[in-house]
Structures are given as C-alpha cells and as structure tokens.
Antibody, heavy 118, light 107 residues
C-alpha cells in the first residue's frame, strides 16, 4: 500500500533553514506529481508547493515563493522541501501528499512538525 | 486565487442524523472539488473527488454533489467515527486552495 513518511522537522530560529524529506513507497513514485501541504496549529490546510513527476515543473504558493524549494530524487523515491528565511508564521505540520495534475491529494504522510521560534 | 467558503463552521448533530456540509467557490471550478476528513492528530483522508466520486474504501453514506460554484457533502446517517473536521479543496486552478473547514461535533 502507499506509504509516505516525512522527516526533518524540528525547532528553528526565525531566519533559519530546514530541509524536509518524504520517503515514498508502495506506488510508482516517478509516475506521480507530489505536493507539500501545511497546517498551522489549530488552523486549516494550506497547499504550498507541487512538483511534476519528472521534477522539471514546480509551483509554489505566494506565501513561500522565493524562500522554499521543492525537489525530488526519483531513483530513491524521495521528495524534499528546503525552507529558507523561515518565519514564525511558517510554524506548522508539513505533510507530503501524492497527486497528479488536475487531481486531488489521494495519499498523505503523517506529517512533520516545524516550529519557528526564537 | 479561488477562495472556497465552507458552512457552517461547526455542525452539532447526533449519531444517526443526516449532515449536509456546504462549500462555495467564488468562481466556477467545474467539478474539480475534493472533500477530506481529518480527525485529531491525523492526516487528512480523501473522501470524495470530482465533486461526487467516492474514493476507494469510503462508505456509501458519504455523498458529494454540485458543480460550478456550489458543492455539498452529505453524510446520510452519522456514525460515531464520522465526527471530525471536513475540508473541501479545489484542484482545477493554481494555487490549489482549501476551504477553512467544517467541524462536525457530537450534539
């Protein structure tokens, strides 16, 4: 079955950086778009980025554009999110999710918590 | 950006009752609407896609309807495990957006 496991979250100071990873299994990773979605504590869901199956096409929400970079390694079934210039408002659980172009998020990881605080 | 507005914010019902959750888009999203269920401490789970198609393994008491700008998730007979937060999401245009959620609580 599909499994997505995020890692790399933690406590970081404002202005700092963090790299999240998502290990995928149970499906043909290089056939699917992948996304990162976040959820601030007690708040709703916010899509922040997706990447095409080949990795050549990426898209970002305005809230993270220029600060976050999504990438993938199909050979290792892995998805990444490099987060720079972190702000307090980036504090959230970060989920990776499997999707396709014009398709919903049909599988989600369990999430990894990122806390930005001084 | 397509803003999705869900109503009500909180819905208080009893097991066995019928729930109707609304999601309204400011512009047409055709049928590119999904519904997710999220329980405390858990990741969201896809329930409905393409406005009315149930995802694999979703009980048939969950029904999605609507097109264009107005959508509804109906739960025909609430089971105890259905009390959760529900989000709609549009995936027809970028940025992908979610509604703010409806909390379904036990009355």
């Amino acid at each position: 079955q599909v499994q997505l496991v995020e890692s790399g979250g933690g406590l970081v100071k404002p202005g700092g950086s963090l790299r999240l990873s998502c290990a995928a299994s149970g499906f043909s990773f290089n056939d699917h778009y992948m996304s990162w979605i976040r959820q601030a504590p007690g708040k709703g869901l916010e899509w922040i980025s997706y990447i095409s199956n080949s990795g050549t096409f990426t898209k970002y929400a305005d809230s993270v554009k220029g600060r976050f970079t999504i990438s993938r390694e199909n050979a290792n079934n892995s998805l990444f999110l490099v987060m720079n210039s972190l702000r307090v408002e980036d504090t959230a659980i970060y989920y990776c999710a499997k999707n396709a172009i014009a398709a919903p998020f049909d599988s989600w990881g369990q999430g990894t918590l990122v806390t930005v605080s001084s | 950006e397509i803003v999705l507005t869900q109503s009500p914010g909180t819905l208080s019902l009893s097991p066995g009752e019928r729930a109707a959750l609304s999601c309204r888009a400011v512009h047409s999203v055709d049928n590119y609407i999904a519904w997710y269920q999220q329980k405390p401490g858990r990741a969201p789970r896809l329930l409905i896609h393409s406005a009315s198609s149930r995802a694999a393994g979703v009980p048939d008491r969950f029904t999605g309807s609507g097109s264009g700008t107005d959508f509804t998730l109906t739960i025909s007979r609430l089971e105890p495990e259905d009390f959760a937060v529900y989000y709609c999401q549009q995936y027809g245009s970028s940025p992908l957006t979610f509604g703010q959620g409806t909390r379904l609580e036990i009355k």
